[in-house]
């Protein structure tokens, strides 16, 4: 009963974990499973129908081995771990993957471990194949290059390309990521499977795209040796060199392989030709070499036959999948184009719309400011305007002025001119006075003398008179006869060798006529110094006028200045002459008094 119980209760599933180049999946599996039943399983999970190129690999000890399909997974020596992990990877390469490939998940998963293998440096590719290829691995991820969305850096978490291209040029990660981008922006337009089928084409140049390579040595010198194994047949190369073949065996020319525990016979189809034969050192090695030869030789033979049915299906299918996505690209790329348009258009738009804001903007700040401008030249054109009129009114009151200035300086040039009038006039009357005081003087000197003479004979006459009145006062006292009359002293008489004739009506006369001409004299004398101080009193209002008309000259205008300075003659003898001639007058009416 134990027995029974403890084989009922054995589980009878386990678990599988695959692991794909871009997903991880797990699954539950009968323990009755083949290896097709879970291969089966994965291709229908991952949508996959090219399914003769791929394989469920898994680690034993130091070496890979890869899944049957007509066994049980449980029966063949894979890892007792649970869950049971895989990975589902490309057992055999394409010859020519543009044909070969029909789904675009083959492709992709093709890409994904073909990119694999060069970083991890499986696959040798040159710098420049790098730095393509890598180029084409961004246009698969981010699609068309985008200078606004991809900016510098944007490669920064990506790994593209080998470390041993970036440790064999000196250059930073900038520089790489700028080389990527000018090739990256080549690529415009293309899609993500044609970007991968042409990353894909690319690669399979390369010298070691889908090879695997083994350890072997050689029967006869035990020389060690790599055993290539790919697409095109078996290659034989030296252990330092996996790019150059030494010898190479197409499949076409491989008549039959065969193996005897370690050792290895490759016979060509040319009988001529020697047999080859190298040894593993390893038996599950051999049966993994054995069996790659085989699947390769199978698809080689396969290719060269026509497709079947299937296979013309799927790439009749594949074929109208591609136009059919070619004409959604295309449809897609004249939407994203009229959308880009568009949007140039818009932006075009919105740029056109802000510069006209802008403009507008500036043209009412500008407006403001002719504005402001206006108004403080209008401000400016009124502050000009009153000081227009102002100096206007200042113009005309300084015409005036001007005028009247004229008409003072004109009426002081008359003034002037007839006060020099009066002033000749007066220095004539002064020189005349002068001359008429000169001529009385010599007249009133002949008078005096006249008058001393006339004195003189007076007295000589009296004495006479009183010597003859002497010699008759007696008779005129006897006879008390009245004094004879004047006429009678008139008479002549001569004493030692003198006659003197003087009459009494002679004397009277010429007292008459001094005093006539003394009192003539006297008049004009008063006359001429009323003149005299009528012209003096003018002459003083007229200086006075004068510089008051210089005052407001020299304070309005310079002009006049050197008119209104200039010196008035004035005569010398108006200003001390009156009183000489008062003195003058003075003297004579003295000498008239006496």
Known sequence: ???????????????????????????????????????????RTVGLRETWFFGLRYTV?????????????????????????????????????????????TQHLFFLQVKKQILDEEIFCSPEASVLLASY???????????????????????????????????????????????????????????????????????????????????????????????????????????????????????????????????????KKDVFKFYSSQLRVNKLILQLCIGNHDLF?????????????????????????????????????????????????????????????????????????????AEKAQIAEEE?????HKAAEA?????????????TKEEKRLMEQKMREAEQLAVKLVEQSERRLKEADHLKQDLTEAKDAERRAKQKLLEITKTTYPLIAAYSTPPAPPEASNFAYETSSSRLDFKDSDMKRLSMEIERERLEYMEKSKHLQDQLKELKSEIE????????????????????????????????ILLYDPLHLMSISGVLFSFFEV
């Open 388 to 392: 227009a009129k102002l100096l206007a």
């Open 61 to 105: 000890k130091d070496t890979y081995a890869w899944l049957k399909t007509e066994k049980r997974v449980l029966d063949q020596e894979v890892p007792k771990d649970s869950p049971i992990t895989f990975h589902f990877l490309a057992k055999f390469f394409p010859e020519k993957v543009e044909e070969e490939l029909v789904q675009e998940i």
């Open 1 to 43: 009963m134990s027995i029974l119980g403890l084989k009922k209760k054995q589980p009878k599933t386990f678990k599988v974990k695959v692991i794909t180049m871009d997903a991880e999946m797990e699954f539950s599996c009968e323990v009755k499973w083949k290896g097709k039943d879970l291969f089966d399983l994965v291709c």
């Open 541 to 572: 209002s007229l200086k006075l006028e004068e510089q008051q008309q210089q005052a407001g000259l020299y304070s309005l205008h310079g002009e006049a200045r050197g008119y209104a300075q200039e010196p008035v003659y004035i005569p010398h």
């Open 399 to 411: 015409e005036q002025e001007r005028q009247r200035l004229e008409v003072t300086a004109l009426k």
């Open 301 to 377: 033979m396969r290719r060269r036959k026509v497709d079947s049915i299937e296979v013309q299906q799927m790439k009749a299918q594949a074929k109208e999948e591609k136009a059919r996505k070619k004409m959604e690209r295309q449809i897609l790329a004249r939407e994203k184009q009229m959308r880009e348009e568009a949007e140039r258009a818009k932006e075009e738009m919105e740029r056109r719309l802000f510069q006209l804001q802008d403009e507008a903007r500036l043209a009412n700040e500008a407006l403001l400011r002719s504005e402001e401008t206006a108004d403080l030249l």
């Open 137 to 271: 691995a961004v246009q698969a991820k981010y699609g068309d290059y985008d200078p606004n969305f991809h900016k510098p850096g944007f490669l920064a978490q990506d790994e593209l390309l080998p470390k041993r291209v970036l440790m064999q040029y000196q250059m930073t990660a900038d520089m790489w990521e700028e080389k990527i981008t000018a090739w990256y922006a080549e690529h415009r337009g293309i899609a993500r499977d044609e970007a991968e089928m042409e990353y894909l084409k690319i690669a399979q140049d390369l010298e070691m795209y889908g090879v695997s390579y083994f350890a072997i040595t050689q029967n006869k010198r035990d020389t060690d040796l790599l055993l290539g194994v790919d697409a095109q047949g078996l290659h034989i190369y030296s252990p330092n060199s996996k790019l150059n073949p030494n010898k190479s065996f197409p499949w076409s020319g491989i008549r039959n392989i065969s193996y005897s525990e370690k050792e290895f016979t490759i016979k060509p189809l040319d009988k």
